[in-house]
């Protein structure tokens, strides 16, 4: 009956919970009847490696230029830049056809790792001899290993930073972000994580959904991104912009952590909208999903749970026959004051539901 802890912000690790099974949409009948149906298209192998096409390389960087002292830079330091001139050449030239870009994801795996994060520092004047739509597989490549670094990011904090990722997520093309989709999430992220820490997250909203609707392979798919998404339009008080995710069918749940937010999160955009039926259905579904130990989502979840079902119908109904018994079991266990509350609330004495809420006021609040 213990309660599973988040291990980061969005929540508790996956591995506690079941994916759901059969196909329903989620937001009109039960989530657990959502179909997983995992969809990792195979990268084809590289072909024999032709000569990109011959384009001008960008300017050296400040850091492979001699100082203005006179003292040139190490060999091993103009040897990396040199090396970044040329994979720029090949993300220039290899850019075109699916044969190309098989190529180049090739290329672009060789130089992933220590050849570029070693010298991340160096890597964004570069990206202005890219074009984020056209060179989208390389340009997500040079972008993920810059933001990786969090001494870049601290140097480059919001401004210009902030503009390029964030044009980038509306710019790029979907063929070519899918092919590298993990580096495509880790720059989504980053760009939540910095619209959050300069207390802006409607700068957020509008390049998370265009990424939202690029990673996915159709409407039915739900995504890392969408809690991401939801989670930045509620903060902002923007949402009625959740809705343009949340009025999609989903059938393909992937991830089910991925699914306990999305059902949180859209809950509470309903609520801040009144849409208290919409919202039961998506508190529904993260209460009665499968599971095989409680998470803290699923907690949080009953708790507006109970809370909704009395503004919306004045009684809390019990637990269907399908929801888990984990959840049966320890739920209630875990939020007594909820319980409590909807038993004050069914003897329909206000002042004593009056006195109930201000004697437990400090519970509620935490």
């Not at 192998?45 to 100082?67: F, G, L, N, W, Y």
């Amino acid at each position: 009956g213990q309660i599973t802890s988040p291990k980061s912000p969005n929540g508790p690790d996956s591995s506690d919970v079941e994916a759901p099974k059969n196909k329903t949409p989620l937001g009109r009948s039960r989530a657990h009847k959502s179909t997983i149906r995992r969809s990792s298209r195979p990268v084809s192998s590289p072909p024999t490696r032709r000569k990109a096409a011959s384009r001008t390389a960008p300017d050296q960087t400040p850091e492979s230029e001699p100082s203005s002292k006179g003292k040139a830079p190490s060999a091993a330091a103009a040897a990396a830049m040199e090396s970044v001139e040329a994979l720029v050449a090949h993300i220039q030239g290899l850019s075109g056809s699916a044969d190309e870009l098989a190529q180049l994801h090739g290329l672009l795996k060789q130089a992933d790792g220590d050849a570029l994060r070693a010298h991340s520092a160096g890597l964004l004047p570069f990206l202005s001899h890219l074009h984020p739509g056209a060179h989208s597989l390389g340009y997500l490549y040079l972008l993920d290993s810059f933001v990786s670094s969090s001494a870049n990011l601290r140097a480059h904090a919001g401004g210009d930073l902030l503009v390029t990722v964030a044009d980038f997520l509306t710019s790029c093309s979907a063929d070519q972000i899918r092919m590298a989709p993990d580096k495509f999430l880790n720059v989504c992220r980053v760009l939540k994580n910095e619209v959050m820490q300069l207390n802006a997250p409607i700068r957020g909203i509008a390049p998370l959904r265009a990424a939202v609707r690029k990673i996915q392979t159709s409407s039915e798919q739900l995504t890392p991104l969408h809690a991401e998404y939801l989670m930045l339009c509620l903060l902002a008080k923007q949402y009625k912009a959740g809705l343009s995710v949340l009025e999609d069918d989903i059938f393909e749940v992937d991830q089910p952590k991925d699914l306990f937010l999305y059902c949180y999160y859209g809950a509470m955009i309903y609520i801040g909208l009144k849409k208290f039926r919409k919202a039961l259905e998506l508190l529904h579904n993260a209460v009665t999903a499968p599971m095989s130990s409680l998470n803290a989502i699923t907690v949080e979840a009953y708790k507006k749970y109970v809370l909704v079902s009395l503004i919306q119908s004045g009684q809390v109904p019990s637990f269907p026959k399908y929801t888990s018994s984990t959840a049966q079991r320890n739920l209630k266990n875990h939020t007594q004051i909820y319980v409590d509350l909807s038993t004050c609330y069914g003897t329909g004495s206000y002042s004593d539901l009056e006195t109930f809420i201000q004697s437990n006021a400090e519970a509620f609040q935490t």
